[in-house]
C-alpha cells in the first residue's frame, strides 16, 4: 500500500475520492470532505483510503454522509494542540460501521456544540470520546 499525504492547500476532497483506494492516507485539513470520500466498499475486499490512525485537521468545517462508512479506523483525532477544531456539520452514518473505532480525541474549546452529538450518533461502534481544550 502506498501512503499518499494530502497537501495542506487542498481544500476538499471530492465524492468517492478514494473510495476503494490501495493508498493510505494519515491526515487532512481540507475544509470539506465530501460523501463517501474515503468509504470502503461492503464486501471488505477493496481498501479504505484511512486505516488505524487517522487525523482531520482544524480546519474541517463539513464531513459528508457516508464519509467513513466502513473505514477500518481505530483512532481519529478531530482538531490539533494548536487549533480548535471548526467541524461545523457531520452528515449521516459519516462512521457508520466503523466497528474498529474505539476512540476520538476532539481538540476544542466548548464540548456542548450539537456537531459533537451528531458525530457519536454517526460512529455504530460507540467509541469513547475525549475533549481536549485548546
Not at 495542506?8 to 481540507?30: H, L, P
Request: charged share 15%; with cysteine.
Amino acid at each position: 500500500m502506498t501512503y499518499v499525504e494530502i497537501p495542506a492547500t487542498v481544500r476538499q476532497i471530492g465524492e468517492y475520492a478514494f473510495y476503494c483506494s490501495a493508498v493510505q492516507i494519515g491526515s487532512t485539513n481540507a475544509r470539506i470532505i465530501n460523501n463517501s470520500a474515503f468509504r470502503r466498499d461492503a464486501d471488505g475486499i477493496y481498501a479504505s483510503g484511512v486505516m488505524g490512525t487517522f487525523t482531520i485537521g482544524p480546519n474541517t468545517t463539513f464531513i459528508g454522509p457516508n464519509a467513513f462508512q466502513l473505514a477500518p479506523l481505530e483512532h481519529l483525532t478531530i482538531g490539533s494542540p494548536e487549533a480548535e477544531s471548526q467541524l461545523e456539520t457531520v452528515g449521516s452514518d459519516a462512521f457508520k460501521f466503523c466497528s474498529r473505532l474505539t476512540d476520538i480525541t476532539i481538540y476544542t474549546n466548548d464540548s456542548s456544540k450539537p456537531v459533537w452529538a451528531s458525530l457519536a450518533a454517526t460512529a455504530t461502534s460507540s467509541p469513547q470520546i475525549t475533549y481536549q481544550p485548546v
